[in-house]
């Protein structure tokens, strides 16, 4: 049992044991999805604060159908006719590939032969359809062609998108993304090809990178819906960075050919009366201004598989869920260990705020470099484990400091106390104060007379006499560094040297000084109270102190509930002996002071001493040399 006990009360330990479970706490709350949007949005905010790219050649043309091109043709949806011309005119530049990103599932006349001749003669143009039930069909003359890619878009609660799609199965067939089909015609041209990844087969590899499909619980997803081959958009290219054609400008013919040659050229609508918009990272409020159009969105998603095949960035990963738990964990260990070491509030609220800041930098460094290292949960043990320990830590100090009040505050000065609670992990042991052997310095006195005084004066009157020497005499020990330890009647035991071992002989000699000034200001204050109880006509009275030094035992004694520290040995008896010794002996004060020979080794001749003899005290067989202190030295 006491071996545990010392266990527990290693430092380690409990910083340790609180700071895990406070991790177990978090892995719960994240399991349960509870962190997923908070951690969403720190994604999303270190996807906005990714610095800009060097501005490069894009590879990509945005044909928009604006509200005013709609207007201008007079109608929507555009006739075969309308969309055939585009694409002719487009066509006379040698594109690499052409996205046609408007459903087409029924013809729209006139001009549809017209648009299926173009379609069926160009095998780089590729049409979008709806996958899945409820879905869009593309264009009855491409179907099972390789010309059709899927658009649907993977939202997250909340509305944004953050993933991509490259492959959807629906258990009778495999489509590929709209995108993935641009991408794939305009690496041709480079010598670059889809094919599985060598060591997983499983896996599609673009040139040398390879792209690992995401898990249900990757980064900060909790149970997320992985079906598909989805891999996270990193929206890299700048707001802005594509150039684009308003539709009329195509249709009329006022082209630029080196906009248009060798680019992937994406036809789609940015008008806000057509519904295809989406919430994007980048979208900070969910006001119509700051949705991003379809075809600007697989704009992106092209073009970063373009990176991937040319190998100029990397897709995004993530860690394994181990390798975050111990994140987590190792968070919940620093801020158990901030709320174990620092006590200042200030201190404390600037290590809180650094180590949050460190993590999140670390984060967001990390994310630079293509890893998403969840942030939040770290975060969140961080704090939570700071608090808890400091909780744990304040409730500990709280019994502690009542535990060393309960002995202490009335009994010695404020810079002792001061001292005992700095010093209170060396000072306690099971809660209280270690018993120790010291070197201390005893002074026991008490009132001469005080039996015939005591029978003099009227119990109310005798108790307020007494307690003004006793508090006078308290403020005189505790102002020389003495510790009172008792009260008996009208006796005073003090202790100097108490409750921190002293360590040399110099810090005992300054103990037994201390005492002995200490009992000559007894003495001066029992000649100040007897001047005034004779002005109130009350009894006066003398003192008698006697004083030894010497090797004691301190340490509390007593119950839980009654406990008081002590010093006890043989010490101690002795210094109560020279107290009582010869009750007739008197000198010309009203205060007598009779020390041993050992606490006169240490006064170095700063008093006035008069040697009375050596002699035998009640309750010892050795003799004592005493001696009786006049005053100090002058």
Partial sequence: MGSFQKIIRFPPVPVCFISGLCFFVVLVIQSLGFLENIELTAYDMFTRSRPKPVDITPRILIVKISETDILTQGRWPLTDATLAHALKNLLQHNPRAVGLDIFRDVSIPPGSSELEAVLISNPHIICVTKFGS????????????????????LVDPGGIIRRGLLFLDNG???????????????LQKEGII???????????????????PLEKNDGGYVNADARGYQYFIDFKDATGFYRSYSLTRLLSGELDPGDIQDKIVLIGVVAQSVKDHFYTPFSRGFQADQQMPGVVLHAHLASQLIRFGLHESRPIKTVKEKQEML????????????????????????????GLFFLWLFSYVVFLNRWWIPVVPPSLTWILSAGVITAYISSREKKQRAVLMRLFSKHVSREIADAVWAQRDQFLYRGRPRPRKMPVTVLFSDIRGFTTISE??????????????MDSMAKTVMAHGGVVDDYAGDGIKANFGIPFPRKTEAEIGKDAINAVNCAISMGTEMEKLNTLWLSQGLPQAGIRI???????????????????????????????????????FSGKNPWRILIGETTLNYLNGTFTIQRIGETGLKGKKEKVNIYWVLGARK
Wanted: no cysteine; charged share 15%; proline share 5%.
């Fill in 456 to 469: 003099t004066l009227d119990p109310h009157v005798l108790i307020e006499w007494l307690n003004t020497y």
């Fill in 172 to 186: 009778k067939q495999v489509v590929s993304a709209f995108n993935l089909l641009l991408a794939l015609h305009f």
């Fill in 546 to 584: 006697g004083i030894f030094t010497g090797w004691v035992v301190a340490g509390a004694l007593g119950s839980s509930e009654r406990m008081k520290y002590t010093t006890v040995g043989d010490v101690v008896n002795i210094a109560a002996r020279l107290e009582s010794y010869d009750k007739d």
């Fill in 327 to 354: 994140f987590m964990l190792l968070g919940g260990l620093m801020g158990g260990s901030v709320g174990f070491l620092i006590r200042s509030p200030w201190r404390f609220s600037m290590a809180m705020a650094g």
């Fill in 134 to 153: 409820g879905g869009v069909p593309p264009p009855k003359i491409l179907e099972g062609t390789g010309q059709v890619g899927f658009n649907d878009m």
């Fill in 194 to 212: 889809a094919r599985p990844d060598e060591l997983n087969p499983d896996y599609l590899k673009l040139g040398r990178t390879t792209i690992t």
